[in-house]
């Protein structure tokens, strides 16, 4: 089992810039692809960036593509989310979750955190 906990949502104006961060625990860390996926209030949870266990594949929703940058760091268990030129349709609670490869789609993921909320103001 892996745990994971997401860390550094709040609250930015649109425009701003916020670095998310997820820390795993339970396993080996390397060994496992990462996702970063949101949910809105009434939506569904949607893709938002992928990477490969050696940070060779890298993935991006189109509506975040030139914004955010997904990266790792495997020596500190850690995956962060780089958010920049925030909108206010950025809003959402952010999950981080593990899965065998990386993929856009949630049913490829296996363990999942609790999320960390995003309020990007107009």
């Known amino acids: 089992q892996v745990q994971l906990v997401e860390s550094g949502g709040g609250l930015v104006q649109a425009g701003g810039s916020l670095r998310l961060s997820c820390v795993g625990s339970?396993?080996?860390?390397?060994?496992?692809?990462m996702g970063w996926f949101r949910q809105a209030p009434g939506k569904e949870r949607e893709f938002v960036a992928t990477?490969?266990?050696?940070?060779?594949?890298?993935d991006y929703a189109d509506s975040v593509k030139g914004r955010f940058t997904i990266s790792r760091d495997n020596a500190k268990n850690t995956v962060y989310l780089q958010m920049n030129s925030l909108k206010p349709e950025d809003t959402a609670v952010y999950f981080c979750?593990?899965?065998?490869?990386?993929?856009?789609?949630?049913?490829?993921?296996?363990?999942w955190g609790q999320g960390t909320q995003v309020t990007v103001s107009s």
């Open positions: 990477i490969s266990q050696t940070s060779i594949s890298l």
């Open positions: 979750a593990v899965g065998a490869i990386p993929s856009v789609r949630t049913q490829r993921y296996v363990y």
């Open positions: 339970g396993r080996t860390f390397s060994d496992y692809a």
